[in-house]
């Protein structure tokens, strides 16, 4: 089968999927650079030199931000297994104050979210990531030299800073490289970073604990920030090697590295085009007026609030789940090694429910069904959270912990195929991981230290954020497809001339 990219005037439909967005309207002649050279009035390639082109992508760019990722989740995520090895007693801060420094991390995310988001626009997403994940890679390697409330604080706001721009950054890479059809797998396949993260974060602590005893210039936690900042500062310099910027700038910063042929950089372009018109420029400028459109369109902010509730109850076992652990009578190493179990859970059902959401093209029941089981785990966590059973108190915990993660990747992706320009789809992907930071900021504060060692409290407003996260959810399904039927009642009762028909265009909302 042989796909075609007409490069002549003239009403062409784009295809798509029902479920997806999809726009008709007038095609005009390639602009981008990479097409000059096509001979004739259209450009013509074959489904297997688009999976060659794609496997590309997958092998070499997604693997690239999939290991930024990992490294991102380290440098904020070590601090729960710090807690397992002192660090409150080390540092000199109590329990609360430790939360209020998570706060204070999430809260330097979300004020300079925007901004960096308009500085990625501004100087290349691919510079400015590739330096962020340098810059937290530094931060997170010296805050293993903290000491007291002051510096304590002092970390994690710059660890915030340095952060604020990876995630919507890096989604926005992959949304210029992949079709909207191809966009859950891979935006899910990035979120697993996250997701393998905690699955090996209590196993690299399992390892790097020990050191204190063997190298006693430093205390074991000392020990994990050093060597997984480390890490981070080895992909950094592997993004400013080797990640290509676009598909119209398809070579990496520094070396002169050409992944595709140029007859495939031209069908990398093309393919992009085909799926919709508005990647035909090489870049998008943010303006004021995409900003306050952006926030004023009021559909964009159920996807918000379901982020926000999601993460919130995902933060605050993600912080205490190694402490949780061992507060069921396991011992420090035990507990590290077994609050790994819950992210390779999160890896399963994020890679399955991404795939099964590319293969059917639906996004809303998708995330219904993953909200409805952590509701569901965490019903049964909390009647059992008196039980003397550690193991079923362990089981529950990491399955609510596991079943947290696959709904917000896919929620991503619902959220990105209802934007209608690259602009409002890079400041609302701002706006998503925003309302992340805000529920993680709220999940710092939900088990504080006068509801130890059993957080009755603040298991039932986790609870309860999870089931206004799944009600919210069923309502944005229920009015995305009241929209579309109003959208094709409107067009069938539409009498337009032919003109009109060429300038009218068609909005279909992502279900």
Not at 127 to 138: E, M
Request: aromatic share 10%; hydrophobic share 45%.
């Amino acid at each position: 089968m042989t796909s075609v990219l007409h490069t002549s005037q003239g009403p062409s439909p784009i295809p798509g999927s029902p479920d997806e967005k999809s726009l008709v309207g007038i095609e005009t002649p390639l602009s981008s650079a990479s097409l000059e050279n096509t001979s004739g009035n259209e450009l013509t390639w074959t489904e297997v030199e688009e999976r060659a082109v794609v496997r590309k992508i997958d092998f070499f760019v997604l693997p690239l931000l999939f290991l930024g990722f990992y490294v991102f989740q380290l440098e904020r995520g070590n601090i729960s297994n710090a807690l397992t090895d002192g660090f409150l007693k080390s540092v000199g801060i109590t329990q609360d104050q430790f939360n209020t420094g998570q706060s204070l991390l999430y809260l330097g995310i979300i004020l300079l979210e925007i901004p960096s988001n308009y500085m990625l626009q501004r100087v290349g997403p691919r510079i400015w990531i590739s330096f962020q994940v340098l810059a937290f890679g530094l931060v997170g390697t010296l805050q293993a030299f903290q000491k007291g409330y002051g510096g304590y604080l002092a970390t994690r706001i710059m660890l915030g800073v340095t952060e604020c721009g990876y995630i919507p950054g890096a989604l926005f890479i992959i949304s210029t490289f992949y079709k909207r059809s191809e966009l859950a797998t891979r935006n899910s396949i990035f979120f697993i970073g996250n997701g393998l993260a905690t699955a090996t974060s209590g196993l690299l602590a399992y390892a790097i604990l020990p050191m204190g005893t063997r190298y006693p210039q430093h205390k074991g936690w000392q020990w994990l920030m050093i060597v997984e900042g480390c890490m981070a500062l080895f992909v950094a310099v592997l993004l400013l090697l080797f990640l290509p910027a676009s598909p119209h700038t398809p070579t990496s910063l520094f070396l002169p590295i050409r992944l595709w042929s140029p007859r495939q950089e031209e069908i990398l372009v093309a393919r992009m085009v085909k799926d919709d018109e508005k990647n035909k420029r090489s870049s998008h400028q943010i303006t004021i007026k995409d900003i306050i459109g952006t926030l004023s369109n009021w559909r964009i902010w159920p996807h918000v609030l379901i982020a926000i509730c999601l993460i919130s109850q995902t933060g605050a076992l993600g912080t205490y789940g190694p402490s949780l652990i061992k507060g069921f009578n396991f011992d420090t190493l035990t507990a590290n090694a077994l609050s790994s179990v819950s992210g390779w859970i999160g890896l399963v059902t994020t890679a399955s429910f991404g795939f099964f959401s590319d293969r059917t093209r639906i996004r809303g029941p998708v995330v219904i069904t993953g909200l409805t089981l952590v509701w569901a785990f965490w019903v049964a966590f909390q009647q059992k959270s008196l039980s003397t059973d550690r193991w079923l108190k362990y089981g529950l915990q990491i399955m609510v912990q596991g079943f947290s993660i696959p709904s917000h990747p896919i929620n991503a992706t619902w959220l990105s195929l209802n934007c209608k320009s690259p602009q409002e789809r890079s400041i609302a992907m701002a706006l998503f991981i925003m309302a992340a930071n805000s529920g993680a900021l709220v999940g710092s504060q939900l088990l504080r230290g006068d509801d130890a060692p059993l957080y009755k409290r603040g298991f039932k407003v986790c609870l309860c954020l999870v089931s206004l996260g799944l009600l919210t959810s069923i309502i944005q399904h229920v009015q995305y497809r009241l929209s579309n039927r109003r959208l094709s009642r409107r067009k069938e009762s539409q009498v337009e001339s032919l003109e009109e028909q060429v300038e009218h265009v068609e909005w279909k909302y992502t279900i």
